[in-house]
Structures are given as structure tokens and as C-alpha cells.
């Protein structure tokens, strides 16, 4: 069973700022667009950022302008550079490896938690 492996959550002051990584085996990261989720207690699970092999990167509207996305194809991983933390950001954040049903769909990751209090 192929695994998505996430890293870099913890907890952050108001203000502060965290990178979250995602890993993949090689020939999922290649073909997939990686993305990263957030969901917080009671609330669905949202889209935060998502970005193909060579494309351009997408943002919720709560994000942009403080979140970046990126992807290190050498490494296989997905990163996602947090800014300007707020509480409301916080929640278990998700990395999907979005690729065509052809190769299996959707992989995702366990989650890791991001907390933002001080």
C-alpha cells in the first residue's frame, strides 16, 4: 500500500510560520498533482493548495498570500511554506497525490496537526 509520508506540524504562535512536507515514491510523485487539505474540528475537509509537475499553483482564498506551495521533484516532496499563522488555521492538514484513476486516483496522506495559539 503505497503511503504518503507528512511532516512539520506542531504548535505556533499567532504571527509565526511552519513548513509542511510530503513525500512520495518517485513514479506517484512524477504524475501527480500534490496538493494539501486542511480540516478543522466539526468543518468538512478544504482544499488549502495544489500544484502539477510544472504548473501553476492554486490557493483557497483564506491562504493566499501567506501560504506557498512548491514541490522538489529531485526529492519527491511537496512542501507547504505557512506565513502569518492565524488561529484559524488551525487544523490536520492532509497532502493528496492526485493522479488519473488509470494509476489508482487519490493518495492521501494521515494527516499532521497544526495548532496556532499562544
Known amino acids: 500500500q503505497v503511503e504518503l509520508a507528512e511532516s512539520g506540524g506542531g504548535l505556533v504562535q499567532p504571527g509565526g510560520s511552519l513548513r509542511l512536507s510530503c513525500a512520495a515514491p518517485?513514479?506517484?510523485?512524477?504524475?501527480?498533482?500534490m496538493a494539501w487539505y486542511r480540516q478543522a474540528p466539526g468543518k468538512q475537509r478544504d482544499l488549502v493548495a495544489e500544484?502539477?509537475?510544472?504548473?501553476?499553483?492554486q490557493y483557497g482564498n483564506s491562504v493566499k498570500g501567506r501560504f506557498t506551495i512548491s514541490r522538489d521533484n529531485a526529492k519527491n516532496t511537496a512542501y507547504l511554506q505557512m506565513n502569518s499563522l492565524k488561529p484559524e488555521d488551525t487544523a490536520v492538514y492532509y497532502c493528496?497525490?492526485?493522479?488519473?484513476?488509470?494509476?489508482?486516483?487519490?493518495?492521501w496522506g494521515k494527516g499532521t496537526l497544526v495548532t496556532v495559539s499562544s
Open positions: 518517485k513514479v506517484i510523485f512524477d504524475r501527480s498533482i
Open positions: 493528496k497525490a492526485q493522479q488519473a484513476l488509470i494509476w489508482g486516483g487519490d493518495i
Open positions: 500544484l502539477g509537475a510544472g504548473g501553476t499553483a
